[in-house]
């Protein structure tokens, strides 16, 4: 056959992760979606995601593609075979006699026929097996296709359903700090009444007050503007989940550990990156597709009929016919031969793009390995920051009441309360969103397993 064989292209791939992966306890064998998405400890979600599975219409989009490319492949695989085509007839032609002795009659004559035909092309240069080479690889490069878009979807729906629990629980904590403010504010009103302090301390009571009341409606617009985008992911209408809002739950579960592997893992686990290379071994057998075009083709045809007008399988009725093509392009060998440096540059950029990916598979690990880190860490240090303004606030209004301080710093340490608080549910959903992140980032939990292609492009 002429033109390229296919050859793994290199890629840069470091040894190790810069993280400690201590943070992330690491399994050793793979884990997959299922596995994985019941670590949140949360059914919901579980079901959520089998729902979007079943009913989302991307996701049934991307894997009609793969039916396509199978058709394809179907259809040039039958290109090698020889093609055979039957056709019959039969003619009724009627003649009358308008002189001589037979003026007046008529005679009806029918002809009958009855034709088989062949022809098979040879496929000397292997134009038509690097074809079907390229509809293989290109059927591997959808069917990797179709599980990124799979986990990309489960990511989508379980981040979505993270913000809707958080911006739940961001809710909760207003309307509770509320509740704690309007209690203040009615101390301050009746000291203010008493004579005990002065207005300015229950103005400053009612200003906090109608703050944080004022919050409560931007909350629950964030909230019902996720649950209608998580409706949606589900394949459902944007009030689905306000139609079948589950009870709350609070906020998942982060996961008890991640199977991050090492860095060369992510060259079979990425489905993003295994379509990639399927894409450059496609286009590497398009590049001798290109250059068969400049060779001869040759072909055998032949067919088998009869025609007569009498008894169809009449062997006198015969006719037989037999012979070979031959077909050379001359005059448009500089269009053929700029074909096969088009289909070249398209292999190479193939290539750069599957060794890019191969670098931003391994940026985006670094970067959830961080993201998980800082999050954790986030959450630590707001967990202690927001029991240490729980008790300020608390000492603030005992002082308050036993006239020690002003209003200001009661003000000051419900203030401080409020927005650790606030900060701390949004640190944890930070690190629910780490995890889904670090989860795609690694690849894992996808299937079917698409396998990696040998050096000859084949899958293994």
């Known amino acids: 056959m002429v033109g390229p064989d296919f050859v793994q292209p290199p890629s840069q791939v470091q040894s190790d992760w810069i993280q400690a992966l201590s943070v992330v306890p690491t399994p050793t064998e793979d884990v997959s979606s ?4 019941s670590r949140f400890g949360d059914p919901v979600l579980v079901e959520l995601i089998g729902q979007a599975r079943l009913n989302s219409p991307t996701l049934r989009s991307t894997l009609e593609t793969v039916t396509q490319a199978q058709s394809q492949l179907r259809a040039d695989q039958g290109n090698q075979l020889p093609s055979v085509t039957l056709s019959s007839g039969s003619n009724r032609n009627k003649e009358s006699y308008y002189e001589g002795p037979n003026q007046g009659a008529t005679s009806t004559i029918t002809t009958k026929q009855l034709a088989g035909q062949a022809s098979w092309e040879l496929d000397f240069w292997g134009r038509l097996r690097r074809t079907t080479a390229s509809d293989l690889a290109a059927l591997q490069s959808s069917k990797a296709g179709f599980a990124a878009a799979r986990i990309s979807l489960e990511a989508s729906v379980a981040g979505a359903y993270c913000n809707v629990r958080m911006m739940e629980r961001r809710i909760e904590v207003a309307e509770k700090n509320l509740a704690q403010q309007k209690e203040n504010k009615r101390i301050a009103e009746v000291k203010w009444r008493l004579g005990a302090t002065s207005e300015l301390d229950y103005q400053q009571a009612q200003s906090q007050y109608e703050q944080t009341l004022s919050q409560l409606p931007a909350l629950r617009q964030s909230l019902e503007q ?21 009870a709350l739950t609070g906020l998942p579960s982060v996961p008890a550990a991640l199977p991050i592997g090492a860095p060369r893992d992510l060259l079979r686990r990425r489905p993003d990156l295994l379509q990639a290379e399927y894409t450059a071994v496609s286009q590497s057998q398009r590049i001798g597709v290109a250059e068969a075009a400049l060779y001869p083709t040759f072909t055998l045809t032949g067919s088998l009929g009869y025609t007569t007008t009498g008894n169809m399988f009449n062997w006198d009725s015969r006719s037989l016919q037999y012979g070979a093509g031959l077909s050379l392009p001359i005059f448009d060998r500089g269009v053929l031969k700029s074909q096969v440096q088009i289909q070249d540059s398209l292999f190479r950029q193939a290539v750069l793009n599957y060794q890019n990916l191969v670098l931003s598979a391994q940026q985006g690990v670094e970067d959830g390995l961080s993201s998980v880190v800082g999050q954790k860490g986030q959450v630590e240090h707001l967990t202690l920051a927001d029991a240490a303004a729980q008790r300020a606030t608390r000492l603030a209004m005992d002082q308050y009441r036993a006239g020690q301080v002003d209003y200001t710093t009661v003000s000051s340490a419900e203030q401080t309360r409020a927005n650790t608080s606030d900060a701390l549910v949004q640190a944890q959903g930070g690190v629910l969103q780490a995890y889904i992140n670090l989860f795609v980032a690694i690849g894992g939990g996808w299937e079917p397993v698409i396998p990696r292609p040998d050096s000859q492009g084949v899958p293994q």
């Open 34 to 37: 299922d596995v994985f998405w």
């Open 226 to 246: 996720y649950q209608h985008a998580l409706s949606v992911l589900v394949g459902e209408t944007p009030d689905y989940f306000a139609r079948n809002k589950p």
